[in-house]
């Protein structure tokens, strides 16, 4: 079975940071890749995904993801962060030709001033 | 577009009591979904219907839930007898149909169970 490892269960980042949130997945051919965002309270909303092609992928608030086949990893990034960037950020697969999301388990991102 | 709409936000109860949670998909949007989140075990899918048809309801816990989609615009998810262990948020997510579209999530029901 597929399965999404997010290793991370909690970052602290200061304001003007660079961040990278980490994101490893489990399966046999290419999947489609999310990253949606949760702020408390709030339901979850997508970030950024890939599908194929470009290996770098852009997404909305400033941040990217770069897909790495050899590694099977698919990390997020935003070269300077905002405090409300301060959420919950998860990593999710689909099987291709299979519209269920496997999330991961979560990051929870601190930003401090 | 006023988004996936959930109803009740907030919702506690007695142990042994029914629960429905409702859910209004995206007007257009063919495939929706129902989620359960908790500490323990993240964020995991109950069910998906595609077409008002449940496609995969292996995610549902046991006999106690019962979801269904009697028309395109509304959903039903509930719990009978409801238990403490039932306690989480619920969300409701809906895309147009096919693999890799993108799911739009509701806000939520938070459910507590006494």
């Known amino acids: 079975a597929q399965s999404v490892t997010q290793p991370d269960i909690h970052i602290t980042v200061s304001e003007g940071a660079s961040l990278e949130l980490r994101c490893n997945y489990s399966y046999g051919a290419t999947p489609y890749l999310f990253w949606y965002v949760q702020s408390p309270g709030q339901g979850l909303q997508l970030l950024l995904k890939?599908?194929?092609?470009?290996?770098l992928v852009q997404g909305i608030k400033g941040f990217e993801a770069e897909f790495k086949r050899s590694q099977s990893s698919f990390n997020l990034r935003k070269p300077s962060v905002h405090w409300s960037d301060a959420a919950e950020y998860f990593c999710?697969?689909?099987?291709?030709?299979?519209?269920?999301?496997?999330f991961g388990t979560g990051t929870r991102l601190t930003i401090i001033p | 577009d006023a988004g996936v709409i959930q109803s009740p936000r907030h919702e506690v109860t007695e142990m042994g009591q029914e629960v429905t949670l409702r859910c209004k998909p995206i007007?257009?949007?063919?495939?929706l979904f129902w989620y359960r989140q908790t500490m323990m075990r993240g964020l995991e899918l109950l069910i998906y219907f595609n077409n008002n048809v449940p496609i995969d309801d292996s995610g549902m816990p046991e006999d106690r839930f019962s979801a269904k989609m009697p028309n395109a615009s509304f959903s039903t998810l509930k719990i009978q007898p409801s238990e403490p262990r039932d306690s989480a948020v619920y969300f409701c997510?809906?895309?147009?149909?096919?693999?890799?579209?993108?799911?739009?999530f509701g806000p939520g029901t938070r459910l507590t169970v006494l």
């Open positions: 007007s257009g949007h063919n495939s």
């Open positions: 999710a697969v689909d099987d291709f030709g299979n519209e269920k999301l496997t």
């Open positions: 997510a809906s895309s147009l149909d096919a693999s890799g579209d993108t799911q739009y």
């Open positions: 890939y599908f194929s092609g470009d290996t």
